[in-house]
C-alpha cells in the first residue's frame, strides 16, 4: 500500500471505535478525505488482542454494537470471534477497508501552526521503515491501555515458579491446561470470564482475589431483542432495544449512586440464589465499596456459578505471601498447588494512543490540560480522541464522539474556519479541579489519574460518564460555545 501524503483527517486505531468514525465521517462529511492508521496486522483492536479461552463481551452487543449497524444474533452477550465478524461485515458493507492501513504504527503527532497541520511519524511494523503523513484533523481511536504488556504485578519469588505464568494479553496459542491445575488471579471481567471456560478442561480452576467484585447473572440472550425482530425490520428493532438497554443501563446506575445498599442487597441475594446458603457469600463475593465504583461483571447465564457448584472451580480470598516451586503461599499460610498460574491482574493504562505529542515544538502533557467534553483538551487544535463509558457500553459514547466530530468538520467548513482549538475563557482559569473519572475506583485507573487531563466544575469541561447528559452536549449544544475557538491559518487567507 502506498504511502500516505496527506489526509483531511487520519483516524488512528483501527477498532470499534476507529471503524465508527470511518463510517460517521462517510455518511456525514462526504468531501473529507481520511484514513485509518492500524499499528497491527488486523482489525478490532481489543477484540482481536485478546485470545484467551472464553474471550467475550460483558456488555450486551444491542449497546456495544453501532448505532448505524444492527446486531442480529441471538445472543446479546457475544464472544470475541462474533465481534470480530460484525466488524468485518461493518468494513465490508461501507467499504471501509480500502482505507484501512496495516502495520502502521504512529509514534509522534507534532502540531504547526503555521501550517495549520499535524505531522505525524510512522513506523512500519512489516519492514521497520520510517515514513510520514499530514493531517489537517488527529482523530485518536486508539483506546486507553497499552497493547504492549499488561500490567502485573511484582510477586515474589516468581522465579522459583516451575509451572508456567501467563497474561491474558499474551496468551499462548499453544496452551495446553488439560487435566492441569490453575490458578486465577484477579477477580475482574477477565477472570471471571477465564474461570468457567477453562474449567470444563483444567483439573481444577482456583480464582485467587485479593478482595471481591460484585457479580450478577443474566441470560445471554435478550428475548425482547428477539422477538422484536420477528414482527419488526432488523433496524426498528435494533433501535428499540438499544433504547431500551441504554435506559436500563443508566436506571441500574443512578440507582447504585442513590440507594447503594438497596441495590447491594439486590446483587448479594442474587449470588445466594445460584451457590446456596452455606457458601461464604460475606468473603468471597462481598466487596467494601459500593455498587459500581468499580465496575459490575456480567456472569452469562451463571456460568462461573455453575463452575464452582460443580467442584471444577473454586475461589479464594486472601494475598500472595510468594510464588514457590509448585504453586503459590498465600499470607494466611495456605498454598495453591498450580500448574499454570494466569495473572488477570489488568491493564496497564497510557495517555492518548501512547505517543509523543508536540505544539508548536513543545512537548504536550496531558496532565497540564482540561478536558474538553472528554474528548478535547484545553490548547491542543484539531484533535479529538475517543473514550468510552465506564458504566456503560463503550461505543455509545464512541458514537456520539463521531456525531460531534462530523458536526464540528462541517461548521468549519461553513464558516470558512482551518482550526478549532477548546480555549480556556477568563471565568475558566480558577475552575475547580476534578479528576478525568470521578467516583470510579480501581486500581488501573487509580494509579493512571495523574497522568490524565483535568475535568473542570463546569459544562464544557467535564467528562459526564452519563449517556442522557453527553447525548445533549454532543448533538445539541452549539458547536461556536464560546470555548471553541474557530481560526483561519494565515497562509491559507
Known amino acids: 500500500m502506498e504511502p500516505v501524503q496527506h489526509v483531511d483527517v487520519a483516524i488512528v486505531g483501527a477498532g470499534l471505535s476507529g471503524i465508527g468514525a470511518a463510517w460517521h465521517l462517510q455518511a456525514n462529511c462526504p468531501n473529507k478525505s481520511y484514513v485509518i492508521f492500524e499499528g497491527r496486522a488486523d482489525i478490532g483492536g481489543t477484540w482481536d488482542l485478546f485470545r484467551y479461552p472464553g474471550v467475550r463481551s460483558d456488555s450486551d452487543m444491542h449497546t456495544l454494537g453501532y448505532r448505524f449497524k444492527p446486531w442480529t444474533s441471538d445472543k446479546a452477550i457475544a464472544d470475541g470471534p462474533s465481534i470480530m465478524a460484525y466488524l468485518r461485515e461493518t468494513i465490508a458493507e461501507y467499504g471501509i477497508g480500502p482505507k484501512i492501513h496495516f502495520h502502521y504504527k504512529v509514534t509522534d503527532a507534532s502540531w504547526d501552526s503555521s501550517t495549520g497541520k499535524w505531522t505525524l511519524s510512522i513506523v512500519r511494523g512489516d519492514t521497520g521503515a520510517v515514513t510520514t503523513s499530514t493531517c489537517n484533523v488527529l482523530y485518536m481511536c486508539s483506546g486507553y491501555y497499552s497493547y504492549?504488556?499488561?500490567?502485573?504485578?511484582?510477586?515474589?519469588?516468581?522465579?522459583?515458579?516451575?509451572?508456567?505464568?501467563?497474561?491474558?494479553?499474551?496468551?499462548?496459542?499453544?496452551?495446553?491446561?488439560?487435566?492441569?491445575?490453575?490458578?486465577?488471579?484477579?477477580?475482574?471481567?477477565?477472570a471471571m470470564t477465564l474461570v468457567?471456560?477453562?474449567?470444563?478442561?483444567?483439573?481444577?480452576?482456583?480464582?485467587?482475589?485479593?478482595?471481591?467484585?460484585?457479580v450478577v447473572a443474566r441470560p445471554d440472550v435478550?428475548?425482547?431483542?428477539?422477538?422484536?425482530?420477528?414482527?419488526?425490520?432488523?433496524?426498528?428493532?435494533?433501535?428499540?432495544?438499544?433504547?431500551?438497554?441504554?435506559?436500563?443501563?443508566?436506571?441500574?446506575?443512578?440507582?447504585?449512586?442513590?440507594?447503594?445498599?438497596?441495590?447491594?442487597?439486590?446483587l448479594l441475594d442474587g449470588v445466594r440464589e445460584h451457590l446456596g446458603p452455606d457458601f461464604d457469600i460475606d468473603t468471597h463475593f462481598t466487596p467494601e465499596?459500593?455498587?459500581?465504583?468499580?465496575?459490575?461483571?456480567?456472569?452469562?447465564?451463571?456460568?462461573?456459578?455453575?463452575?464452582?457448584?460443580s467442584g471444577k472451580a473454586s475461589v479464594v480470598t486472601d494475598h500472595i505471601e510468594s510464588f514457590d516451586a509448585t504453586g503459590v503461599r498465600l499470607v494466611s499460610g495456605a498454598h495453591l498447588d498450580a500448574d499454570i498460574v494466569v495473572t488477570a491482574t489488568g491493564l496497564q493504562l497510557v495517555?492518548?494512543?501512547?505517543?509523543?505529542?508536540?505544539?508548536?515544538?513543545?512537548?504536550?502533557?496531558?496532565?497540564?490540560?482540561?478536558?474538553?467534553?472528554?474528548?478535547?483538551y484545553s490548547g491542543v487544535p484539531n484533535m479529538v480522541?475517543?473514550?468510552?463509558?465506564?458504566?456503560?457500553?463503550?461505543?455509545?459514547?464512541?458514537?456520539?464522539?463521531?456525531?460531534?466530530?462530523?458536526?464540528?468538520?462541517?461548521?468549519?467548513?461553513?464558516t470558512g474556519s482551518d482550526v478549532f482549538t477548546p480555549t480556556l475563557r477568563p471565568e475558566d482559569q480558577n475552575m475547580t479541579r476534578h479528576s478525568w473519572i470521578e467516583s470510579f475506583s480501581p486500581g488501573y485507573m487509580r494509579?493512571?489519574?495523574?497522568?490524565?487531563?483535568?475535568?473542570?466544575?463546569?459544562?464544557?469541561w467535564v467528562n459526564p460518564q452519563n449517556y442522557a447528559k453527553d447525548k445533549k452536549m454532543f448533538r445539541k449544544a452549539p458547536i461556536d460555545d464560546g470555548v471553541m475557538t474557530f481560526t483561519r491559518v494565515a497562509s491559507r487567507v
Not at 435506559?247 to 442487597?265: A, E, G, I, N
Not at 494512543?353 to 482540561?370: N, P, S, V, Y
Request: aromatic share 12%.
Open 148 to 190: 504492549d504488556k499488561g500490567y502485573t504485578p511484582d510477586f515474589p519469588g516468581v522465579d522459583l515458579f516451575r509451572g508456567q505464568v501467563v497474561h491474558p494479553q499474551k496468551w499462548p496459542e499453544d496452551l495446553d491446561y488439560a487435566g492441569k491445575h490453575v490458578v486465577v488471579v484477579g477477580s475482574g471481567a477477565t
Open 196 to 214: 468457567p471456560a477453562m474449567a470444563s478442561r483444567a483439573a481444577h480452576v482456583t480464582m485467587l482475589q485479593r478482595t471481591p467484585t460484585y
Open 222 to 266: 435478550d428475548k425482547v431483542a428477539n422477538t422484536l425482530r420477528r414482527f419488526f425490520p432488523a433496524s426498528v428493532a435494533y433501535a428499540i432495544t438499544r433504547w431500551k438497554n441504554t435506559t436500563m443501563q443508566q436506571l441500574v446506575y443512578k440507582k447504585t449512586r442513590s440507594k447503594p445498599d438497596y441495590v447491594k442487597s439486590k
Open 289 to 309: 465499596y459500593n455498587p459500581w465504583d468499580q465496575r459490575l461483571c456480567l456472569v452469562p447465564n451463571g456460568d462461573l456459578f455453575t463452575a464452582i457448584n
Open 351 to 376: 495517555t492518548v494512543g501512547d505517543m509523543k505529542f508536540f505544539i508548536d515544538g513543545r512537548r504536550l502533557d496531558f496532565a497540564d490540560t482540561w478536558t474538553y467534553k472528554g474528548m478535547g
Open 385 to 414: 480522541s475517543t473514550f468510552g463509558y465506564i458504566n456503560a457500553s463503550w461505543t455509545l459514547r464512541a458514537d456520539l464522539t463521531s456525531e460531534y466530530v462530523c458536526r464540528l468538520l462541517n461548521h468549519m467548513d461553513a
Open 447 to 460: 494509579r493512571f489519574m495523574d497522568k490524565m487531563p483535568m475535568q473542570g466544575d463546569r459544562e464544557p
